[in-house]
C-alpha cells in the first residue's frame, strides 16, 4: 500500500523547492562576483533535491517494513520495530541497539488553510496505516465479525 497525495499535491510538495531553485538561477544569472555565484549554485543544487524528493514524498507499507520518504532522508522501519503511528504524524519505533527513534510522515502532515477534501483523505491514509500496523490476528478476528 502507497500512501502519497494526488499529482497536484505532490506539484506543491515540490514548488518547496522550486520556488528557491528559480531565484538562485535569476540570482547567479545577474552577480558577477565568484563567491554569490557559487552561493547560488550551492542554492540550486540543494533546491533541486528538495523540488525532487517534494514531489517523490510518500509512505510505502509492504508486508515486512514501512518505508517513509521524506525531503531530505528515506528511512525503512521493519514492521516488528514500530510502536505507534503518532498524531503529528510520525512514526515511534525502536532499532535492534534499543536506541527510540521518531521519524515524521511530511506527506500525511495536515495544514490549518488546507481543503477539507485534503484533510479528509490524509486522515483516512493516517487510519490504513494505523489499520496496517496492527497484528494480522486483530484484524482477521474484525473481519469474521
Known sequence: MEL???RWGRTANSCLGALPAAGS?????QTTAVIPRLSACLVLSVSVIIAVRGY????TCENAELTVRGYLRTRTIPRSS???ITDLPAVRWTDPKGNRHWSPMWVLQRGSGEIAG???????????LRNWLQPRKRR???RSR
Do not use: M
Open 140 to 142: 482477521s478476528a474484525r
Open 25 to 29: 538561477i535569476f540570482y547567479a544569472a
Open 82 to 84: 514500530i510502536s505507534e
Open 56 to 59: 517523490r514524498l510518500s509512505v
Open 4 to 6: 502519497a497525495p494526488s
Open 118 to 128: 485534503i484533510t479528509a483523505s490524509k486522515e483516512r491514509q493516517i487510519a490504513a
